[in-house]
């Protein structure tokens, strides 16, 4: 598999971007613009889910990718890195972001859950730039941390949830 291509196509479409501000506990309404984002891996198509190829090229995608990261995505939201668990049977692409203006005291987790996951499962499912993710087995996972960096929780998007 060409490495650049798959680069290629991940920087295309590459984050998500969206304000979290009604993720809050405070009773702010709304939070977000639009969403979308990682990729379309062309190079995929006739790989063999798990195989050390698709590994490989998540591993090194993920350096390249975060040669150009932080990225501010909004006034509230920063994508801070991106990677990958391959360990074992895992298949997972990464994007780390922090909500820049929260705690993580400070947001309702249930109601992130409750609002984001089907808002994420809607559109990663519905983008023709992702396809190639779930049918090589690729999960996405979108984890959250707080201004300080700590951990508020992360939701995965996996191949089931789209069909695959």
């Not at 598999?1 to 702010?28: E, H, N, W």
């Not at 249930?110 to 396809?131: A, G, W, Y």
């Not at 690729?138 to 707080?146: C, E, L, M, N």
């Amino acid at each position: 598999m060409v490495l650049s291509k798959i680069i290629q196509y991940l920087l295309v479409v590459l984050f998500f971007s969206f304000t979290t501000i009604g993720y809050a506990k405070s009773d702010a309404p709304g939070f977000f613009g639009t969403l979308f984002g990682i990729t379309s891996v062309k190079s995929l198509n006739n790989k063999k889910p798990n195989s050390a190829s698709i590994r490989y090229d998540l591993l090194q995608a993920a350096i390249e990718i975060n040669k150009n990261l932080p990225m501010q995505i909004d006034n509230n939201t920063t994508l801070e890195s991106v990677g990958a668990d391959i360990s074992g049977n895992n298949l997972i692409a990464i994007y780390y972001y922090k909500i820049n203006s929260r705690r993580a005291d400070e947001i309702d987790k249930q109601k992130f859950i409750d609002v984001m996951r089907p808002h994420l499962i809607s559109n990663s499912c519905s983008e023709i730039k992702m396809i190639d993710f779930f049918k090589n087995g690729i999960t996405v996972r979108y984890s959250y941390r707080d201004k300080f960096g700590k951990n508020i929780l992360s939701l995965d998007v996996n191949p089931s949830n789209c069909g695959y």
